[in-house]
């Protein structure tokens, strides 16, 4: 089979605002939205911007090498014709640039192609006009890592200082597929996105607006492209997203022995991502844990059973933060998760208490 790297012919055909493309690592995601960005800088002068959750994730040598397989691929020479030879970057900037003999330097266009923001940054660029920006790349916007607090607003607020009044932006957003519970998915009302087949795009539309979101869940990459596989053979789950584009999931402990419902010390639940778990804390022989597993019927006794969720509530048995609140309760509960005295009814549920962890931890954060 020929190798074959992603291209946005298919997901450009629907002519989406947004458009959120999710696949395995390396498989030409990024490279098919900066040659985009490149493509229309030469053709039509319309210049781009580049988006990362922090600037570090752009700045120095990350920067510079952005554009390296571009370059390497020979795109810059083909599409100007030889005028440009490279891409260089300078003070979150990118231009075209060519070696002069002559001067024995290189030169570097007077405009830039594409411009780089960050989302802990955005204060900074509130202030400038972007009116030539018509390809937005939000890259790696799917992370294992913690997201920022309000990290689905400051994004849109990025979006409208490049925006403004237009209506003549695309968005690309890039993720690999390492996290399927993503707070911009239930922000932007994508329901569906952890159960896609790979190689299909859902459009998603918003009543009678004219907003439409194109998600597509990436085909895994077959032939010379992942030669690279036998490097990653093992034996574990987590490296399927590697080599097949499946969604990454760490390997959580399960309960090792049953228990009667007489040992159950304590009562809690957890309710994040409209999935809602049941959490035991367990007095088995001489053994002290907590068990999690997913409760598939409504909570009995909502007014007193104790709640954790995101959602605000003025109920004295409802708390937000299981990490960071200093209620006894709270502490006694958080002594199991530090010390490894949890167990889970499969790695699923792991993954949703670990985001949900996650999001407590960056509460408060700057």
Known sequence: MKQKFYTLDKIKAHHAQYNLIIGERSNGKTFACLLEALTKYVKSGEQSAYVRRYKEDFRGKRGEALFASVVE???VSSLTNGEWDR????????YLARYNEVLDKIIRDETPMMFGFSLNDMEHDKSTSYPLITTIIFDEFLTRQYYMPNEFVIFMNVLSTIIRLRDNVTIYMLGNTVNKYCPYFKEM???HVPEMEPGKIDIYSYGESK???AVERCASIMGEAKKSNSYFAFDNPSLQMITG????IDIYPHLLERYESKEILLLYFIDFEDNLLQCEIIQHGDSIFTYIHRKTTEIKDPENDIVFSLEYSLRPNFYRNLVRSSDKLCKKIRWFFDNSRVFYQDNEVGE???NYLNVCKTEGRG
């Open 87 to 94: 891409i260089v970057y300078y003070s979150s900037k990118w």
């Open 189 to 191: 009302g994508l329901s």
């Open 211 to 213: 907003l439409k979101v």
């Open 245 to 248: 584009g499946a969604w990454e």
């Open 352 to 354: 949703l208490v670990r």
């Open 73 to 75: 691929a020979g795109y």
